[in-house]
């Protein structure tokens, strides 16, 4: 499943710097599938030229309201018809404000009026021109309309400035156009997260841990939030990019773990327990480094607290999902875990499909039975299961 996938997106091209990367964007767009339409403005033609889009979409570029490709010279009107998304990146200021006011003097601007697909913006500027008050308008303006602003980022300038402003890169454009196709099933809830390992302390040091990449966890998050979601991710150490639209709450030991899903937890609607949280700490962390005395050292652990049973034993409990990563007899220990802790789903996998790797194959396990997700890439699977959750969950409301 590959939202891009035979979909057409128009792409709207103005005068910034950032234009370069909005060649990237069409890069990663035609991989996954889509078909780009290439709108240039005139002063985007300064930046990159026709040529680059033409050859990185493998169609011809459009320019001029004139254009007598279209049959009826209806190129301001025809070019969005079917299309899935306008997306316009960079969105300098002075398109903004044309946006803001429905000025239509150029092919782009007209398509913007006359569309029935979601438009996006990617605005791109010096941070100046971002700050001023005209600006703010706009582009308050624009958002009332029904438009998506997507960054700008904060970071070095094309100028030399550093600021709010900058164009967010190709990578996070494609995700947040990927998740706007996406449909909205988690829309208007809460979810709550952990995930990767926990770190035990033994010393300033030293400690005990797992192998847990993190990876599962951070890629149900991005679907959460694809899904229309508002995510809070509180996640063990590791070293992965938090996903983009989500509130990421660092922690290291299980107990610190617990605090902050205890503390996040009101008003939660969906609870994932991704986390690989180490079942015993020990007793005593040494405050200096432990020095190599013996020939053998015996260390004392205590059990840590189940933090899922615990959520899910409240009697506000939110909609709770477990994960089971066992060796062997999967459905036996998976099952035996969701009756246990009472849980309406547990994502169930053999450690040898999942551990640390790009993909994964889960079998889920819900009331009604078993059901055997194909083997895909983490982002794939995590759509997946939130798919899975979103249909449990309005299972739920039409039974009451
Ligand atoms: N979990 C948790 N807090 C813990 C331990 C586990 O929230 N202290 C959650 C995990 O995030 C996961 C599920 O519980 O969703 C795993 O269940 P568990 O029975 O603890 O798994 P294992 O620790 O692997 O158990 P066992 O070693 O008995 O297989």
């Known amino acids: ?7 057409r997106i128009v792409l709207g091209v103005t005068g910034g710097v950032a234009a370069y990367k909005a060649a990237e964007l069409v890069r990663l767009l035609v991989k996954a599938g889509a078909a780009v339409d290439v709108v ?20 011809r570029v459009w320019h001029a309201m004139w254009d007598e490709r279209m049959e009826i010279g209806m190129a301001h009107i025809d070019l969005t ?31 913007c009026l006359a569309r029935d697909c979601p438009l996006l913006v990617a605005p791109a500027m010096n941070r100046q021109m971002w700050e001023n008050p005209a600006t703010q308008r706009n582009v308050a ?19 030399g400035e550093v600021g709010d402003g900058r164009m967010l890169e190709a990578t996070e454009l494609f995700d947040d156009l990927y998740a706007s196709l996406r449909v909205k099933s988690l829309g208007g809830k809460r979810v709550l997260l952990t995930a990767g390992p926990t770190f035990e302390a033994l010393d300033p040091v030293r400690g005990l841990s797992n192998s847990s990449s993190g990876k599962m966890g951070f890629a149900l998050a991005r679907a ?3 899904a229309g979601a508002q995510v809070t991710m509180v996640a063990g150490p590791v070293a992965l990019a938090t996903p983009r639209g989500v509130n990421r709450l660092n922690v290291q030991s299980a107990l610190q773990m617990r605090e902050a899903v205890m503390q996040e937890l009101p008003g939660q609607d969906v609870f994932i327990a991704v986390a690989a949280v180490a079942d015993y700490r020990p007793r005593k962390a040494a405050a200096q480094k432990i020095k190599k005395s013996a020939s053998s050292l015996t260390l004392e652990l205590d059990a840590n607290p189940d933090i899922l049973a615990e959520v899910a034993a409240r009697p506000d409990a939110p909609f709770c999902v477990g994960f089971a990563a066992e060796s062997c007899d999967l459905a036996v220990y998976a099952e035996g ?5 009472k849980l309406a789903l547990v994502v169930g996998n053999l450690v040898q499909d999942g551990l640390g790797g790009e993909t994964n194959a889960v079998t889920l396990f819900d009331a009604a039975g078993a059901h055997v997700l194909p083997l895909a890439e983490k982002s794939e699977v995590a759509r997946g299961i939130v798919a899975h959750i979103a249909s ?9």
């Open 1 to 7: 499943m590959n939202e891009f996938q035979g979909k």
């Open 40 to 59: 240039l403005t005139a002063a985007g033609a300064r930046f990159v030229g026709a040529a680059t889009f033409q050859a990185l979409t493998g169609r």
């Open 81 to 111: 018809r079917g299309a899935s998304a306008l997306l316009v990146a960079p969105a300098t200021a002075d398109f903004l404000a044309k946006l803001a006011h429905g000025l239509a003097d150029d092919l782009l601007s007209t398509l």
């Open 141 to 159: 303006q624009v958002r009332a309309d029904g438009v998506s602003i997507l960054g700008p980022a904060h970071g070095e300038q094309a100028c």
């Open 224 to 226: 959460c939030v694809e």
């Open 337 to 341: 875990k969701r009756v246990a802790k």
């Open 392 to 400: 449990l969950m309005e299972e739920r409301r039409g039974q009451r």
